[in-house]
């Protein structure tokens, strides 16, 4: 499938740089079924266009969440089936979203350990001058 030369499109470098992976990654995120097929221009060099940095965004985004590799893919493969799975894909999206809360509950007490210590040893100094 040949990339037109009308329509924007990044090399793989170009197209890590702008989604804040290494190309080896975004490789890999091929070979791993996460990104469908990239186009290919005349010279067989993989060229991605806005609509695969889209795709991307979503997956760094997800992956910064903690979501699991096996979990986006089964995502991507959910994806690729069109609307008959957006139900799976919903699902797949809402417990995905009460891992996130609840790690962010555990991050909000972490938090509030760390502002107790801080305040006892900014005491602490204060008391030493």
């Known amino acids: 499938m040949d990339i037109s030369t009308?329509?924007?499109?990044?090399?793989?470098g170009e197209a890590a740089e702008r989604v804040?992976?290494?190309t080896y990654t975004l490789r890999w995120y091929e070979q791993e079924g996460l990104v469908a097929p990239v186009g290919r221009?005349?010279?067989g060099r993989r060229r991605y266009t806005e609509s695969d940095l889209d795709w991307l965004l979503l997956?760094?985004?997800?992956?910064?969440?903690g979501m699991s590799v096996r979990d986006m893919r089964r995502y991507a493969e959910l994806a690729r089936?069109?609307?008959?799975t957006l139900g799976a894909r919903r699902a797949l999206f809402e417990a995905h979203r009460a891992?996130?809360?609840?790690?962010?509950?555990?991050l909000?007490?972490?938090?509030?350990v760390l502002n107790f210590k801080i305040d006892i040893?900014?005491?602490?100094e204060e008391e030493a001058r």
């Open 108 to 112: 909000e007490e972490d938090l509030k």
């Open 20 to 22: 804040g992976l290494t």
């Open 59 to 65: 997956l760094t985004r997800l992956r910064r969440t």
């Open 81 to 84: 089936q069109g609307d008959r």
């Open 6 to 12: 009308r329509e924007m499109s990044l090399t793989v």
């Open 99 to 106: 891992r996130v809360l609840a790690r962010m509950a555990e």
């Open 121 to 124: 040893y900014r005491k602490a």
């Open 41 to 43: 221009d005349s010279a």
